[in-house]
């Protein structure tokens, strides 16, 4: 049986959301953060980074969400929530299936330090700290992710989806940096229609409920 090595309020979350989608049984060890936000020293007896999300299966060790998803499809999919090979649509799930941690994250993560720099510093910087983080976001990452957001949204307009007309594990994997997105830069109902339709539709997935009563309440660290 697989077992999730599920740290709270985390990306593991859509392990779990896929998990539920394919009806697989699964078991669930909680690690929670310390007071600094970073995963326990626990995890590292499981993989040497200590992160999370990490999956077991047996004497198989996986770590990384996308190689995770891959290896849970792999073994138990049998061909659901994949596009069909050889197909755009295959194309485009394999894409947003890397996008997601190889360019959207990175800059979401880089807006979360800017946003925390702040309170973490002695209150005599925290002035002088306040403008610095704010000219970075001003002209680093928020440029970047507005983008990155329209990008977002005009590649779910045709369908609602990000690989074909139907639901796959594509969607599940570009959840957490809309979410983030959401979160930490905010979204206009009309310049961002698409991607609230698509949050909106992935929340009222009954597996996705069911993951989120599993791992905890999602609060992507604001």
């Known amino acids: 049986m697989i077992t ?4 709270n ?8 959301w896929l998990l539920e ?15 600094d936000m970073r995963a326990p020293a626990e995890l ?3 993989h040497p980074l200590g992160k999370s999300p990490v999956i077991t299966d047996g004497d198989i060790v996986v770590a990384e969400t996308g ?14 929530l994949q596009a069909p090979t050889g197909t755009p649509a295959r194309r485009s799930y394999t894409y947003w299936l890397h996008y997601a941690e190889g360019s959207a994250m990175p800059l979401l993560l880089l807006k979360l330090i800017f946003l925390r720099m702040p309170g973490n510093v002695p209150a005599l910087l925290k002035p002088l700290v306040k403008k610095i983080a704010a000219k970075a976001q001003a002209t680093i990452t928020d440029p970047q992710l507005s983008q990155h957001v329209h990008y977002w949204n005009d590649a779910l307009t045709p369908t609602g989806w990000f690989a074909g007309t ?4 594509a969607d599940i994997m570009m959840s957490f940096p809309l979410e983030a997105a959401a979160s930490r830069v905010g979204l206009d109902q009309q310049r961002h229609a698409a991607v609230l339709g698509f949050l909106e539709r992935i929340h009222a997935r009954p597996a996705y409920q069911r993951a989120i009563q599993t791992g905890g ?6």
């Open 21 to 35: 989608e394919l009806g697989i049984s699964y078991q669930v060890v909680h690690y929670k953060r310390g007071a």
């Open 67 to 80: 190689a995770i998803i891959e290896y849970i499809l792999d073994v138990y999919g049998n061909g659901r």
């Open 217 to 222: 309440p999602y609060e992507l660290l604001k």
């Open 44 to 46: 590292r007896r499981i």
């Open 4 to 7: 999730v090595h599920h740290l």
């Open 166 to 169: 139907e639901f796959s594990a």
């Open 9 to 16: 309020n985390s990306r593991s979350q859509r392990v779990l």
